[in-house]
């Protein structure tokens, strides 16, 4: 061996006594001569072990890295941040042995440092939720992630990691450590340059600037604070804050201190769960946007739904689901037209296929079962960021109402018109009427009798009749009577109707049964306005009744235990035609029902009296149930269309319900409810 062999012979050793002061060794290093072969040979079987120890370790470190990372991925979609932390601590516990580990992330929102500190004692592991400020200085925990680097403290108690309240249930734990070290976690694409703290976010980024440890000589230490805190709430506003928070480990007196190995394998860990952190609060962020995306589009009051290029729903609101009377599951993916039918779906393409984007344009389409529905569509285009048009909005509101209201300002024109007209003709229609009347009954008592022009005598008497009744209708409608209410049996009433049209039914051939109720109370009622009802409802049922058929009238008392609630419309004046209008109009819209039921002109509740009026006829069909109660709507030939109206208005008035049920080819029911009890109507 020569001399330039043997001197670098000498600088290996001198390499391997290196190497071992790196390594947990507590023996010194002894000095090895080149030419003690034995001894060199023992120097490199002891190089070797250390390397295969090393490897082991190496091969170990990463296993359990990659098993942090798969369990770290696996909690990112399904857990909270408090509940990851706590089981990541758990980890490290149980994997890589730490005595105490804790992983705490920046809550912006707070301000502060939110976390899990996990102690393991033996087999088990003890974990508590930690908070920390992250303004000010609560501990060397939050100082390292301000100082943006590796922070190792053999000290612990000169340097606790966090500054607790009294009887905090951690304060024991840190009474026993000896020393700790603390990693910061950053973004995959953020690296903060340490030479120049300030290049990311301007002068004032406080991110590893010494001033977060204690305030330089000479400057007061109010001020310092005061500083360094506005500096610190500027950096968690900013949108460049590359910190996402700080895992640390720590170890009780009489254990090992830390050493370069540990903070190496912490530095590891924290590579490893900086992305896991990462994607875990970016999931959070999107289930926020996402359940803030939904509160603001359920809680629209207009309907919303939006469509890919396809015409495909790919949202769809709340409020349109209870306008179109489909759910969002059963409509996404499903082709606009196909559903809501063509006329919204011409709209909607033209604004697809040509970016004409529509303002409140007025159209029809079609719910669940089918039924038109009015609507103002408006659409928007839906562009990427690069402005390329993948979809389209729509969004629209009901005209219904609208509709409905317009139709009623129709209607009020025409009564408002009509009450002009009865006021300032009915009386010189009535004179001539009488007049002619007068004189076609003279001339009959000059033709002899059985001579054919009786009958045609006895034609203009009964068309003179008819004629007077229209005008006393018309004149009803647009000037009701008061009511004259008087506690009576209805019964009573309903037997002087009966008997007024006993002639109608022997005529037609129907037979009319009467079933009353025993110790039936006496109802507040004026007996002559409600007479006119049950004759209106028993000419009808004879009219719908086939020969040979029976109409029945039941009477009868219903008890109902519910507080009564009036939402019934005031009665009219007398003389207003307008307020005999706006009478009506609650009746119409409680008349739109299918073909089974019509709703009642006004809820009933408490003890009533019920009359049912019932035919064996052909039944009313559904269309014209939508309509029943509504003034000039008739299907009778020669009928004026007021008779139901009336019958309505006059049970209204007495704070009532007029219902009725019917069945297409299998007869129909008319009810009327009075309240025992008096309350509303007119004096």
Known sequence: MNVTQRESLRELLRRVDEVRGLSERTEPASAIDPDDADAMLATLQELVQELERSHRRLIESNVQLVSLREVASSMVGTLEVGE??????????????????????????????????????????????????????????????????????????????????????????????????????????????????????????????????????????????????????????????????????????????????????????????????????????????????????????????????????????????????????????????????????????????????????????????????????????????????????????????????????????????????????????????????????????????????????????????????????????????????QAAPIEDTVRRAVQCVEALFAQRGVQLKLEPAPQVLPVAHDQDQMQQVFINLLKNAAEASAPGTEVTVRIGSVARRAPRIRRSAPAPERGTALAAAAAADPARDRAQLPPVLARPSAPASGATIAVHVEDRGSGIEPEALKTIFEPFFTTKRGGTGLGLYVTHDIVKRHGGNLTVQTETGRGTRFTVELPIEINGGLP
């Open 84 to 485: 990851t932390t706590r089981l990541v601590t758990r980890y490290l516990c149980r994997a890589f042995g730490f005595q105490e580990g804790f992983l705490l992330l920046i809550n912006r929102a707070t301000g502060k440092l939110e976390g899990t500190w996990t102690h393991a004692h033996g087999d088990r592991e003890q974990s508590w939720s930690l908070e920390l400020p992250m303004i000010g200085d609560s501990g060397t925990l939050a100082r390292a992630l301000w100082l943006n680097r590796t922070v190792v403290h053999h000290a612990a108690q000169r340097h606790p990691p966090a500054l607790l309240p009294a009887g905090h249930p951690l304060e024991d734990v840190l009474e026993e450590l000896a020393s700790t070290a603390y990693v910061p976690l950053q973004h995959s694409h953020t690296v903060l340059p340490l030479a120049e703290p300030h290049e990311l976010c301007g002068a004032r980024c406080i991110l590893g600037d010494a001033q977060v440890l204690a305030p330089p000589p000479g400057t007061s230490a109010e001020s310092w604070a005061a500083e360094r805190d506005e500096r610190q709430r500027g950096c968690l506003k900013c949108e460049l804050m590359p910190l996402l928070g700080v895992i640390g480990m720590a170890r009780r007196r009489g254990a090992p201190p830390l050493g370069g190995s540990d903070v190496t394998l912490l530095e590891s860990i924290a590579l490893s769960v900086a992305p896991m952190v990462e994607n875990a609060r970016l999931y959070q962020d999107l289930r926020r946007s996402e359940r803030f995306r939904n509160h603001v589009l359920d809680s629209m009051a207009s309907a919303l739904i939006a469509v890919n290029m396809e015409g495909e729903i790919l949202t769809f609101n709340r409020a349109a689901e209870e306008l179109l009377g489909f759910t969002e599951q059963e409509v996404l993916g499903q082709p606009f037209g196909a559903l809501f039918g063509p006329d919204g779906e011409s709209i909607l393409r033209g604004t697809l296929g040509h970016a004409r984007e529509a303002l409140r344009a007025e159209t029809m389409l079609r719910t669940r079962d089918g039924a038109p529905l009015p609507v103002s569509l408006t659409t928007s285009l839906l562009r990427d960021d690069r402005l390329a048009i993948y979809g389209a909005i729509a969004t629209f509101v009901d005209l219904t109402p609208l509709k409905r209201a317009e139709e009623h300002a129709r209607q009020l024109d025409r009564l408002a018109a009509l009450g002009r007209f009865t006021s300032s003709v009915a009386h010189e229609i009535r004179n001539p009427l009488t007049g002619i009347g007068a004189g076609v009954q003279y001339l009959s008592r000059s033709i002899p009798d059985g001579d054919g022009q009786h009958q045609n005598l006895q034609f203009i008497l009964s068309e003179i009749r008819r004629l007077d009744r229209i005008v006393q209708e018309l004149f009803d409608v647009t000037h009701p009577r008061r009511l004259a209410l």
